[in-house]
Structures are given as structure tokens and as C-alpha cells.
């Protein structure tokens, strides 16, 4: 099964308003990343974070990584038409070895104008 | 331009074909990774392998074998292609570091696989 579970799978919100996506895991994660895809392209990273309680932000973007290590969200305050696509957060499964980095299933963002 | 490159863009297959998706990085990444994109899923990791000569199975690695020659070349077969393999195909590389840390994976264009 997934390795972290994501969610809302959609979302729909009208330009301005602002936009969440959450990433559980059932185990403790020793990184989280976030990654952007837009319609027709490619997954893009964004960010990633280690530490437990991290805060980061990038521009309107703000990410949070759980004190327990075991979720995180993506937080978009005012959101525009350029940040349509997929939100996707992964995860390496617990005590793997180093390349198994797995995908939640995302949060597809719509933006309405 | 630096990145990885994917081939085919696209490609219709007829059931029980053998067919290979290839995947060449210039970054020196030491690891690389395949995964399949399906709507409603996600991506969903077939092989991934951590440095040149050396791979693994991932989430759904049955009906799919790759190889790691080189370190630039990571390319993905399937020997009897069927229905089910029809998927956008994404071939990543990264830096690879220690501890469980994949660090930054960039991504290919994706291949468009549907087996007929």
C-alpha cells in the first residue's frame, strides 16, 4: 500500500483563496518532500524537510513537517491561476535503504480566475 | 541542456511485445528511479537503482526488468508488454545521499506507453 496517504485528491478554489494539502504517514519519516506537477508536465521539487517541526516558506507557499515526524502539509495563501497542478509529497519507507522515495497519490488544485 | 532525457515521447504496443523505455542522465546523479504515473494513483516506484551496476524493486516492479551499466543510462523493458502497463512512464535521477536521503529527484518528460 501507499507509504503516505495525501489528501484532499482534489481540490477547487476560486483565485485568492487559499489552499491545503496534507501528507500522513502510519511510521516515522526521516525526510519529507513536496513536489509540483502541472498539467501535461513533469514532477518539479520544491522543497524538503528533515527536521521535526520545521517550518519553511516560499513566497505563498508554507510547508510543515510534524513534531512527530509523521505529517506534513502545504499551505498556499492566496492562490493564483499559475499555481494549478498536482501537489505530491513523498516519503522514503521506514528503514529503507537509500532510493525507495514513495509518492503519495497528490492533491490536484484547480484554480478558477 | 543538463537533464535527463526520456525516449519515446510516446508509443502504441501491441500485447506480448517487448519493449524498452530508455533513460539518459548528463548530472552524474548517482541514483536512479522509473516510475509509472496512472490516474487516481500517483507515482507508484517500479526500479530505482542507488549507483551504477546495482538495482532494485520498488512498489510495483513485477513485469519490468532494468539495468545499470553505466552511470548515465538507466533504461526500462518490458519483456511481454500487456493492457495493464498502458501509463506515463517517469524516469528521475538524484544525487543519492546517505542515511536514507534521496535528496532532489528531477524528472524526465515521461514516456506514453499504451499496449494495445
Known amino acids: 500500500g501507499q507509504q503516505v496517504m495525501q489528501i484532499p485528491q482534489y481540490q477547487h478554489v476560486q483565485e485568492g483563496e487559499d489552499f491545503t494539502t496534507y501528507c500522513n504517514s502510519s511510521t516515522t519519516l526521516s525526510n519529507i518532500q513536496w513536489y509540483k506537477q502541472r498539467p501535461g508536465g513533469h514532477p518539479v521539487f520544491l522543497i524538503q524537510l528533515v527536521k521535526s517541526g520545521e517550518v519553511k516558506k516560499q513566497k505563498r507557499l508554507t510547508f510543515q513537517f510534524g513534531e512527530a515526524k509523521k505529517n506534513s502539509s502545504l499551505h498556499i495563501t492566496a492562490t493564483q491561476t499559475t499555481d494549478v497542478g498536482t501537489y505530491f509529497c513523498?516519503?522514503?519507507?521506514?528503514?529503507?535503504?537509500?532510493?525507495?522515495?514513495?509518492f503519495g497519490r497528490g492533491t490536484q488544485l484547480t484554480v478558477w480566475p | 541542456i543538463a537533464g535527463i532525457t526520456q525516449a519515446p515521447t510516446s508509443q502504441i504496443l501491441a500485447a506480448g511485445r517487448r519493449m524498452t523505455l530508455r533513460c539518459t542522465q548528463d548530472?552524474?546523479?548517482?541514483?536512479m528511479y522509473w516510475y509509472r504515473q496512472d490516474l487516481g494513483l500517483g507515482l507508484r516506484l517500479i526500479h530505482y537503482?542507488?549507483?551504477?551496476?546495482?538495482?532494485g524493486k520498488g512498489e510495483v516492479p513485477d513485469g519490468y526488468s532494468v539495468s545499470r551499466a553505466n552511470t548515465d543510462d538507466f533504461p526500462l523493458t518490458l519483456a511481454s508488454a500487456v493492457p495493464s502497463q498502458t501509463s506515463v512512464y517517469f524516469c528521475?535521477?538524484?544525487?543519492?545521499?546517505?542515511?536514507?536521503?534521496?535528496?532532489?529527484?528531477?524528472f524526465g518528460e515521461g514516456s506514453r506507453l499504451t499496449v494495445l
Open positions: 537503482s542507488n549507483t551504477a551496476g546495482t538495482t
Open positions: 513523498a516519503g522514503p519507507r521506514r528503514g529503507s535503504t537509500l532510493g525507495r522515495l514513495y
Open positions: 528521475a535521477s538524484s544525487t543519492g545521499l546517505a542515511g536514507g536521503n534521496t535528496g532532489e529527484l528531477f
Open positions: 548530472m552524474r546523479h548517482n541514483a
